[in-house]
């Protein structure tokens, strides 16, 4: 056991873990953040996806060792920032069972962030798998939330 | 009064009060039996009861799923949700109204028909009575049967049902708190059961499990639980490794080579008085592999004794079910188990959600504590319920004028049901290792017309005389069920293939060919529709368009396709123009939403997906074996709702499988001038297909 802080949607937190427990677990169980959700635990199907230092990242295969004194986002600070791809999301009903959508949302939103057309942020989106086949509007969500940035 | 058909569900649970229940603080408490996978009933749900009740959607408060709370409805299944269940609650919601606004008369002293309600007030002459729903609550009797005062407001009344109303649920869906997965106990444990390889596969010794984390056994049945998932995790997935399991079971075919070789027994389903007519016979055949349900998240399931009673919180499609499965496996009196339905990853079908529940019981049993039980990626791959490997052979004899006048379908599937029934057959994967083991049940199809492997194995099209001979392979090496559309997917490929190589035999417009063939004009307009919206078909050696069309049990929606394919060493579906037809759409985006997501599913159902095998041997542990459409290779998709308003919802969930394959299919066949057999069309199969 080791003590581990890392900055956790821009609060820092102090948690006492086995540095090789993948993040994932440690962000759901002992940490309370549950949006970020574990698929396949290989870092295939990018459910667990969050981000370090504002890259995506898969957590399931991410030691928690790592993220010593780093940035870690999720789902939650993506919502609670009002981030304007939610509300797209919502809208264009880019949902069905919703499991695949935080990842999905935290790799898009960090993209997003970051400048990238829309083409890129949907190319990147191909590490991620939605299984009830939502991906058009996903893309239409992130389209219209792209517009929306580079109107601004 | 009413004069719809009272809906099933109704006739079981006749009174208001099994249904809605208001409170005095104004919410409107909501029970269905049909659970929310992901496909938006609960929104549909809710749009019906508000506008029969003139609320908003917001006043609502839902149980979905609950046996001790909801109406034991029975399955979620079989795109009928809207069609039975949602009918059920606009009959109650309806009579609820009525109910109300009689007891809000009689304070008047007026007659009902001058009432109305305005957001759960009640007004007389449009002016406010003082009177609500709210202010009612605690002295209306709802203990009264719905239908005989049921009176639902006409089509074109309606302003919520029939509306895109945004999902109820999706923000909390992409967020922290909503699933089973992220349930949370006092004192709950993490558990991870340790499949053994195959059914009749025996340990000689366990290696010891390292503490905090235990072991659960119970025969076969093995499991690792502790406080620390990842601990659970690890040493399962340590214990799974290490123990030295050896198998004297059978060698077993391949499951798609046993089709032919393997026939335990052929029915008659329907038999035609003579199939020998005409001139000319045309006939192909499409073969299915077995495919995963491919859910993103694994099946999860909390557990939680107390005393002799259980509590478990399940993603299961049929909680009532469920519940009388897992009283039969764990010998125990079914009214000490309480099955609450909790949302998890998307459900397609009969997947590992049950199974799990029972792992989850066990564990919890075992541990002396509540338990999460989730099952791992390579789990779901390897000992969920798979849908069946499946071969459709149809053949057409043709006139001299090159119409189609006798038809016959052969089906070779096993059964696409094996789902948990209840005492007689539970059919939970891990009773069958237990001291006191249960073999599972050999499941059972529907009958016609509604079938399993038969599913519109019967065509649509006016083909004359019919037969359907339908056959099961004796040696089926995996669990086999249902999963969306059962055997239409392939039956529909085969039916539509053949239209198309009929149409080109008989030297006809394949669009035009099929309207011959078709009667009813609800069928007719979804076809002439989607061909007309799919425009000039600018077909080359490398661009290809196909149409698919069918009603869906040919009783649900119907459903027409137009794909566009560009072939290199792949096909890459480009574009998918779909039209259908399901009578009422309570949300009409949510009803495109999972038309185009059948779409989506049946194009990487025929371009990529197989669970495979060598021998009798299931090789796919992960998604790197196992592809399913990506962003990349998803099509711009336009889809367009034909459907009258004021006709009864016939259903939309599974509608789209078929068609859209078969629209897949027959625009390979354009390019490459043969009909694809062997699914899916990856470059190896397609290269077969060449040669």
């Given at each position: 056991?080791?003590?581990?802080?890392?900055?956790?949607?821009?609060?820092?937190?102090?948690?006492?873990?086995?540095?090789?427990?993948?993040?994932?677990?440690?962000?759901?169980?002992?940490?309370?953040?549950?949006?970020?959700?574990?698929?396949?635990?290989?870092?295939?199907?990018?459910?667990?996806?969050?981000?370090?230092?504002?890259?995506?990242?898969?957590?399931?295969?991410?030691?928690?060792?790592?993220?010593?004194?780093?940035?870690?986002?999720?789902?939650?600070?993506?919502?609670?920032?009002?981030?304007?791809?939610?509300?797209?999301?919502?809208?264009?009903?880019?949902?069905?069972?919703?499991?695949?959508?935080?990842?999905?949302?935290?790799?898009?939103?960090?993209?997003?962030?970051?400048?990238?057309?829309?083409?890129?942020?949907?190319?990147?989106?191909?590490?991620?798998?939605?299984?009830?086949?939502?991906?058009?509007?996903?893309?239409?969500?992130?389209?219209?939330?792209?517009?929306?940035?580079?109107?601004? | 009064?009413?004069?719809?058909?009272?809906?099933?569900?109704?006739?079981?649970?006749?009174?208001?009060?099994?249904?809605?229940?208001?409170?005095?603080?104004?919410?409107?408490?909501?029970?269905?039996?049909?659970?929310?996978?992901?496909?938006?009933?609960?929104?549909?749900?809710?749009?019906?009861?508000?506008?029969?009740?003139?609320?908003?959607?917001?006043?609502?408060?839902?149980?979905?799923?609950?046996?001790?709370?909801?109406?034991?409805?029975?399955?979620?299944?079989?795109?009928?949700?809207?069609?039975?269940?949602?009918?059920?609650?606009?009959?109650?919601?309806?009579?609820?109204?009525?109910?109300?606004?009689?007891?809000?008369?009689?304070?008047?002293?007026?007659?009902?028909?001058?009432?109305?309600?305005?957001?759960?007030?009640?007004?007389?002459?449009?002016?406010?009575?003082?009177?609500?729903?709210?202010?009612?609550?605690?002295?209306?009797?709802?203990?009264?049967?719905?239908?005989?005062?049921?009176?639902?407001?006409?089509?074109?009344?309606?302003?919520?049902?029939?509306?895109?109303?945004?999902?109820?649920?999706?923000?909390?869906?992409?967020?922290?708190?909503?699933?089973?997965?992220?349930?949370?106990?006092?004192?709950?444990?993490?558990?991870?059961?340790?499949?053994?390889?195959?059914?009749?596969?025996?340990?000689?010794?366990?290696?010891?499990?390292?503490?905090?984390?235990?072991?659960?056994?119970?025969?076969?049945?093995?499991?690792?639980?502790?406080?620390?998932?990842?601990?659970?995790?690890?040493?399962?997935?340590?214990?799974?490794?290490?123990?030295?399991?050896?198998?004297?079971?059978?060698?077993?075919?391949?499951?798609?080579?046993?089709?032919?070789?393997?026939?335990?027994?052929?029915?008659?389903?329907?038999?035609?008085?003579?199939?020998?007519?005409?001139?000319?016979?045309?006939?192909?055949?499409?073969?299915?592999?077995?495919?995963?349900?491919?859910?993103?998240?694994?099946?999860?399931?909390?557990?939680?004794?107390?005393?002799?009673?259980?509590?478990?919180?399940?993603?299961?499609?049929?909680?009532?079910?469920?519940?009388?499965?897992?009283?039969?496996?764990?010998?125990?009196?079914?009214?000490?188990?309480?099955?609450?339905?909790?949302?998890?990853?998307?459900?397609?079908?009969?997947?590992?959600?049950?199974?799990?529940?029972?792992?989850?019981?066990?564990?919890?049993?075992?541990?002396?504590?509540?338990?999460?039980?989730?099952w791992q990626r390579e789990d779901e791959f390897l000992h969920a319920p798979l849908s069946p490997a499946m071969r459709t052979h149809v053949i057409a004899r043709l006139d001299d004028a090159g119409k189609i006048v006798s038809y016959h379908a052969h089906v070779i599937s096993p059964t696409h049901s094996t789902r948990p029934g209840g005492a007689d057959e539970p059919n939970l994967r891990a009773q069958q290792f237990l001291l006191n083991a249960m073999p599972m049940g050999p499941g059972n199809d529907a009958p016609p017309p509604q079938g399993g492997a038969d599913r519109n194995a019967y065509p649509g099209y006016v083909l004359g005389p019919v037969g359907v001979l339908r056959s099961r392979p004796m040696h089926v090496p995996y669990r086999h069920s249902a999963m969306?559309?059962?055997?239409?997917?392939?039956?529909?490929?085969?039916?539509?293939?053949?239209?198309?190589?009929?149409?080109?035999?008989?030297?006809?417009?394949?669009?035009?060919?099929?309207?011959?063939?078709?009667?009813?004009?609800?069928?007719?307009?979804?076809?002439?529709?989607?061909?007309?919206?799919?425009?000039?078909?600018?077909?080359?050696?490398?661009?290809?368009?196909?149409?698919?069309?069918?009603?869906?049990?040919?009783?649900?929606?119907?459903?027409?396709?137009?794909?566009?394919?560009?072939?290199?060493?792949?096909?890459?579906?480009?574009?998918?123009?779909?039209?259908?037809?399901?009578?009422?759409?309570?949300?009409?985006?949510?009803?495109?939403?999972?038309?185009?997501?059948?779409?989506?599913?049946?194009?990487?159902?025929?371009?990529k997906e197989e669970i495979t095998f060598s021998g009798g041997k299931n090789l796919t542990r992960s998604w790197e074996d196992y592809s399913i459409l990506r962003f990349s290779e998803v099509p711009r998709m336009l889809t367009k709702l034909i459907g009258p308003q004021e006709d009864v919802p016939l259903g939309a969930g599974e509608i789209s499988v078929g068609p859209a394959g078969a629209a897949v299919v027959n625009a390979v066949r354009q390019v490459f001038g043969v009909t694809p057999t062997r699914l899916p069309l990856n470059r190896h199969n397609l290269m077969s297909l060449l040669s």
């Amino acid at each position: 056991m080791s003590g581990i802080d890392f900055r956790l949607n821009g609060v820092v937190v102090s948690i006492l873990v086995t540095p090789a427990t993948p993040l994932l677990f440690v962000l759901r169980n002992q940490l309370d953040h549950k949006g970020t959700r574990l698929g396949c635990g290989e870092g295939n199907c990018g459910a667990c996806t969050v981000t370090v230092d504002g890259v995506p990242t898969t957590a399931c295969n991410f030691p928690v060792g790592s993220a010593k004194s780093r940035d870690i986002g999720t789902i939650e600070g993506i919502k609670a920032g009002g981030h304007p791809l939610i509300a797209a999301m919502i809208a264009h009903q880019a949902g069905q069972c919703g499991y695949c959508l935080p990842g999905i949302v935290t790799r898009a939103a960090a993209l997003i962030d970051h400048g990238k057309t829309s083409r890129e942020v949907i190319a990147a989106l191909d590490a991620n798998l939605c299984r009830c086949g939502v991906h058009r509007r996903i893309i239409a969500a992130i389209q219209e939330t792209v517009a929306k940035r580079d109107q601004s | 009064m009413s004069e719809c058909p009272i809906p099933a569900p109704l006739q079981a649970f006749p009174r208001i009060s099994q249904w809605l229940e208001f409170s005095p603080s104004g919410r409107v408490h909501l029970k269905s039996g049909r659970v929310e996978l992901g496909q938006g009933i609960a929104t549909a749900l809710t749009q019906i009861a508000a506008e029969e009740l003139d609320l908003p959607v917001t006043a609502f408060d839902l149980t979905l799923g609950h046996t001790e709370v909801s109406p034991g409805e029975g399955p979620t299944v079989g795109s009928m949700s809207v069609s039975f269940g949602g009918q059920s609650v606009r009959m109650v919601a309806s009579a609820a109204r009525v109910v109300f606004l009689e007891h809000a008369a009689q304070m008047l002293k007026t007659k009902p028909h001058v009432l109305s309600v305005l957001e759960g007030a009640i007004l007389k002459d449009g002016i406010q009575t003082g009177l609500s729903y709210k202010s009612l609550a605690a002295e209306v009797n709802l203990d009264v049967d719905a239908a005989p005062i049921s009176a639902p407001k006409p089509a074109a009344l309606r302003t919520v049902a029939g509306t895109s109303v945004a999902r109820v649920d999706l923000a909390a869906r992409m967020g922290s708190g909503y699933l089973v997965h992220d349930m949370q106990l006092p004192s709950m444990l993490h558990g991870r059961v340790i499949q053994p390889p195959s059914l009749t596969a025996e340990f000689k010794r366990l290696p010891a499990v390292k503490p905090p984390a235990r072991l659960v056994q119970n025969g076969r049945f093995l499991a690792v639980v502790a406080e620390d998932e990842y601990t659970a995790l690890q040493e399962a997935n340590r214990i799974a490794a290490e123990i030295d399991w050896h198998d004297d079971g059978p060698v077993q075919m391949h499951p798609v080579e046993g089709l032919d070789d393997d026939i335990r027994e052929s029915e008659i389903l329907y038999d035609a008085e003579t199939l020998d007519l005409g001139s000319r016979e045309v006939s192909l055949s499409v073969t299915k592999p077995v495919l995963s349900h491919g859910s993103i998240g694994p099946s999860c399931a909390v557990a939680q004794w107390q005393g002799e009673d259980l509590t478990v919180w399940a993603h299961s499609q049929n909680v009532v079910a469920l519940r009388a499965s897992l009283a039969r496996v764990l010998q125990i009196d079914i009214v000490r188990i309480t099955v609450i339905f909790a949302p998890g990853s998307g459900c397609y079908g009969h997947n590992s959600s049950d199974d799990v529940a029972l792992d989850a019981a066990l564990m919890a049993q075992g541990a002396g504590a509540p338990v999460r039980a989730l099952w791992q990626r390579e789990d779901e791959f390897l000992h969920a319920p798979l849908s069946p490997a499946m071969r459709t052979h149809v053949i057409a004899r043709l006139d001299d004028a090159g119409k189609i006048v006798s038809y016959h379908a052969h089906v070779i599937s096993p059964t696409h049901s094996t789902r948990p029934g209840g005492a007689d057959e539970p059919n939970l994967r891990a009773q069958q290792f237990l001291l006191n083991a249960m073999p599972m049940g050999p499941g059972n199809d529907a009958p016609p017309p509604q079938g399993g492997a038969d599913r519109n194995a019967y065509p649509g099209y006016v083909l004359g005389p019919v037969g359907v001979l339908r056959s099961r392979p004796m040696h089926v090496p995996y669990r086999h069920s249902a999963m969306r559309g059962l055997g239409a997917f392939t039956n529909v490929i085969a039916i539509e293939a053949l239209m198309e190589t009929c149409a080109e035999i008989a030297g006809q417009d394949s669009t035009l060919y099929r309207l011959a063939h078709l009667a009813d004009p609800r069928a007719r307009a979804v076809i002439q529709q989607a061909r007309a919206m799919s425009g000039d078909w600018q077909s080359s050696d490398s661009v290809g368009y196909g149409l698919g069309y069918a009603r869906y049990k040919n009783s649900a929606g119907y459903t027409a396709c137009v794909a566009r394919i560009e072939v290199d060493d792949e096909v890459h579906v480009t574009d998918v123009w779909t039209v259908a037809d399901v009578g009422e759409a309570v949300n009409p985006d949510g009803t495109i939403n999972q038309i185009e997501g059948g779409i989506v599913q049946s194009i990487g159902w025929v371009l990529k997906e197989e669970i495979t095998f060598s021998g009798g041997k299931n090789l796919t542990r992960s998604w790197e074996d196992y592809s399913i459409l990506r962003f990349s290779e998803v099509p711009r998709m336009l889809t367009k709702l034909i459907g009258p308003q004021e006709d009864v919802p016939l259903g939309a969930g599974e509608i789209s499988v078929g068609p859209a394959g078969a629209a897949v299919v027959n625009a390979v066949r354009q390019v490459f001038g043969v009909t694809p057999t062997r699914l899916p069309l990856n470059r190896h199969n397609l290269m077969s297909l060449l040669s």
